[in-house]
């Protein structure tokens, strides 16, 4: 699961540390276990001098665990009284979520010439600057021909950094060849959905009344904070009952 912040500056890389909290929770009461791999930090400030979080990538485990979350995938909107604004301005901020199943290399004919990848090692670093260790254990991979960029950080090893790199690079070529293979289907059938930036799934509402609401499924709750706590079964329930006839 990737987590980006996107339009609304420090509510929005604070709505991504809420997202990030709220999969983590969601993950606990479904017994999966979920890692951080990833985890690039914003700018302090606010209330009690928070720490936003600009991108984030969580290795989950668990039976059925793609099946449950894949649907999350799309533009997450929170609307609040922003507690970075002297004012007490309502401010709207985006999320991008991404979830990709890990594909191993033995399901898929994806082939990645050792040439064709950019290695970087660097020091991984936490809020505030201060060092998660000492040495270059942190792994960048860019695959040249597509442009993509992976990172591992969480694992003192630099092997195992670079490993679970990999597992995520295997995983957005494999999307690269379904969006690829979507597009043409579309050509041939006409209205495949694509998991863009502008396809927005789910509004979270704090002010001026609290909600939650999925916009494909129509569910809604007046709970946020419960939601954004990890109870996200009911909203699940519904897109896997929308979408019965997938795969999972």
């Known amino acids: 699961m990737e987590i980006f912040s996107g339009a609304g500056g420090q509510d929005a890389q604070d709505f991504s540390t809420m997202l990030l909290r709220m999969y983590e929770r969601y993950c606990q009461t479904k017994g999966f276990q979920a890692n951080i791999l990833h985890?690039?930090?914003?700018?302090?400030?606010?209330?009690?001098?928070?720490i936003g979080t600009k991108s984030a990538t969580l290795e989950i485990k668990g039976n059925y665990a793609y099946g449950f979350l894949k649907k999350e995938t799309g533009v997450h909107r929170l609307v609040r009284i922003s507690p970075f604004s002297a004012?007490?301005?309502?401010?709207?901020?985006?999320?991008?979520?991404n979830v990709l199943p890990e594909i191993e290399?033995?399901?898929?004919?994806?082939?990645?010439?050792?040439e064709d990848l950019k290695i970087d090692t660097f020091r991984a670093s936490g809020p505030g600057g201060q060092y998660v260790n000492k040495t270059e254990s942190a792994v960048r991979i860019t695959h040249?021909?597509?442009?993509?960029?992976?990172?591992?950080?969480?694992?003192?090893?630099?092997?195992?950094?670079?490993?679970n790199a990999m597992k995520i690079l295997y995983a957005k070529l494999y999307q690269l060849k379904e969006e690829k293979r979507e597009k043409e289907l579309k050509e041939i059938k006409g209205d495949a959905v694509s998991a863009s930036w502008g396809n927005?799934?789910?509004s979270y509402v704090l002010h001026p009344y609290k909600m939650?609401?999925?916009?494909?499924?129509?569910?809604?709750?007046s709970d946020p904070e419960?939601?954004?706590?990890?109870?996200?079964?009911?909203f699940i329930e519904?897109?896997?009952?929308?979408?019965?006839?997938?795969?999972?």
């Open 39 to 50: 985890q690039s930090f914003g700018d302090s400030g606010g209330p009690e001098g928070r």
């Open 87 to 97: 004012q007490k301005l309502r401010h709207t901020s985006f999320v991008l979520v």
């Open 105 to 114: 290399k033995r399901e898929v004919e994806i082939k990645i010439k050792p």
């Open 144 to 163: 040249i021909p597509t442009s993509i960029a992976v990172s591992s950080q969480t694992e003192r090893l630099q092997g195992k950094n670079k490993e």
């Open 200 to 202: 927005q799934i789910r």
């Open 212 to 221: 939650v609401k999925d916009l494909r499924t129509q569910y809604e709750t």
């Open 226 to 234: 419960a939601v954004l706590d990890g109870k996200l079964d009911e």
């Open 238 to 248: 519904a897109e896997i009952k929308l979408n019965k006839n997938d795969k999972v």
